[in-house]
């Protein structure tokens, strides 16, 4: 294995693309959202299966309600019109937040990061070892 070497770099980060940020988190809060929607049903059916529901429900009765249920589509519904309304609230705050970031990166000049970056070291090749 070629030895290795380390040296330290200092980047100075002034500007994010808004755009960029948009596509990133539009892309990633709709992951988000539909994981966190199969998951809801995935835990919905194991909840309704266990008996877990009719519990809890029996449980919101004994406080004196006459009548207590839940309607699992109205519930799926609401939960998908919630999470559409997060994913587009979370996206619009992560640009606001890139926009404010380039208007304070302008002020003091950015933010200074220092990174290592490793470089290969070839070896050099001896005449009589060179593979053919």
Request: glycine share 8%; proline share 4%; hydrophobic share 50%.
């Amino acid at each position: 294995m070629p030895p290795r070497r380390v040296r330290r770099v200092s980047r100075v980060i002034r500007d994010i693309d808004p755009w960029s940020v948009f596509k990133v988190g539009i892309i990633f809060h709709a992951a988000l959202y539909f994981v966190a929607l199969v998951s809801s049903v995935l835990i919905w059916n194991v909840a309704n299966s266990t008996g877990t529901i009719d519990n809890v429900e029996r449980f919101m009765e004994s406080f004196g309600w006459d009548s207590f249920s839940f309607d699992g589509s109205q519930l799926f519904r609401s939960v998908g019109w919630l999470g559409i309304f997060l994913a587009i609230l979370g996206t619009g705050l992560w640009v606001l937040a890139a926009v404010v970031f380039n208007l304070v990166a302008d002020l003091v000049g950015g933010v200074r990061v220092t990174v290592l970056e490793e470089e290969v070291v070839a070896r050099p090749v001896e005449p009589g070892n060179a593979r053919q």
